[in-house]
């Protein structure tokens, strides 16, 4: 007895924790500081951690209410119908879901290279093929339309990430649309907004219901999560806004209660707690520009709650780093061997990252002219606080 030919399917490489890493060390957990999976280091709002502990009394239950109030709560916030919000198991589940609801066997998904691994694990567990655009490292991972066009070949799905995983990038609402304009009507372009809450630029559900100026259209979707800015990675709860045209279609592919009683109260809770996003938002926007200006290797500008740097050698400074207590993730697994991602921590946090990473560089090349290679560095601040 075997399973079916896995062989072309890749699992899945998360940020590593900090038990497996101690473990390994054989060192206390907790002298570690884990800035590798984009968590959020203040952990869920208050409101969340008191809902789960009184969903607790009612996991007996299915989550029937739960459920519904949650989606309709979602489609208030974003003004539109609640057939258009589609909870999932985490953002990944609101992927599979989208996979489930669009793809047959065969169907080609065009992916971003360097980019978030679930998009091309999602298309090959629903029997689809796998196309890549390539977001260049020389033009700074910039998220052109007409670059992506000139790969797309008629492809099911586009996935856009906006900001970008990893290098935080950002793609505007016209070029969104310019991208959308230049598809079939058979293609759906799916933005992938995990990070939205940290960004400048606005929810591609602009695009979806005509506001802002654009055109309503059918053929865009948008993937939304509360594992990064609302803390609640660990309950997996995301969602998926789309067009009200086949928004139906998710009665007839989810998994029954696609979110579980405690992810629903968790997620209501959060979404009442506007003050604990905030104060992430901020903590992210100071970590951001702590990371950026203080680490002594060429950085891209990220509207994420993380950096990534260039440092020559990302498995060994990540694994240096690690020696003295920081795990970074290390950007071989996204196809980008030179580069380290570094979430946005805690004051205290990111300022021992910055500082580690800096003697870390140090100790593996004195010369001081790691310099501005890519054009993308900012300069070094001197002043240390
Ligand atoms: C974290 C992340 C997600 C969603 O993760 P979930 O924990 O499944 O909600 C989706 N896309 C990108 C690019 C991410 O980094």
């Known amino acids: 007895m075997q399973p079916r030919d896995l062989s072309a399917h890749a699992t899945y490489e998360a940020g590593r924790g900090i038990e497996e890493v101690a473990r390994e060390l054989g060192r206390d957990p907790a002298s570690f500081v884990t800035l590798s999976s984009n968590e959020n280091p203040h952990g869920p709002a208050p409101a969340a951690v008191e809902a789960l502990r009184e969903a607790a ?117 016209d070029a969104i649309e310019r991208l959308a304009d230049g598809t079939s009507d058979r293609t759906l372009v799916v933005v992938d907004e995990a990070y939205g809450e940290f960004a400048e630029t606005d929810s591609a559900v602009a695009l979806i219901e005509g506001r802002k100026g654009f055109d309503a259209r059918e053929d865009v979707a948008v993937i939304r999560t509360f594992s990064k800015a ?10 998926a806004v789309v067009p009200d045209a086949w928004a139906d279609a998710y009665a007839r592919v989810n998994t029954p209660f696609a979110a579980s009683e405690l992810a629903c109260r968790a997620g209501l809770a959060a979404l009442e707690d506007a003050e604990h996003v905030e104060m992430t938002v901020e903590s992210v926007r100071w970590a951001r520009e702590h990371l950026a200006t203080r680490v002594e290797a060429p950085a891209w500008p990220s509207e994420g709650n993380f950096v990534l740097f260039d440092v020559g050698d990302g498995a060994g400074v990540a694994s240096d780093l690690q020696e003295r207590g920081v795990i970074v993730r290390d950007c071989t697994s996204f196809g980008l061997p030179g580069c380290i991602r570094v979430t946005c921590g805690t004051e205290s946090e990111t300022k021992r990252a910055a500082e580690a990473i800096n003697a870390v560089l140090d100790a593996r090349d004195p010369t001081p002219d790691r310099g501005d290679a890519g054009g993308a560095a900012t300069d070094r601040e001197v002043n240390e606080s």
């Open 57 to 173: 009394e009612t996991a007996s239950d299915y989550p029937k209410a739960a459920h519904a109030d949650l989606t309709d709560a979602l489609a208030d916030r974003w003004d539109v119908s609640s057939g258009q919000i589609w909870l999932g198991n985490g953002g990944d589940g609101a992927i599979d879901y989208l996979s489930r609801a669009m793809l047959d066997p065969g169907d080609a998904v065009l992916v971003p290279k360097p980019g978030f691994a679930y998009y091309a694990m999602s298309t090959r567990f629903h029997h689809g093929t796998l196309d890549a655009y390539v977001l260049s490292k020389d033009r700074d991972f910039a998220q052109d339309p007409d670059s992506i066009l000139g790969t797309y070949d008629g492809e099911r799905i586009v996935y856009l990430t906006s900001p970008h995983n990893p290098s935080g990038t950002t793609m505007s609402l």
């Open 230 to 239: 609302y803390g609640l990675a660990g309950v997996r709860l995301g969602y």
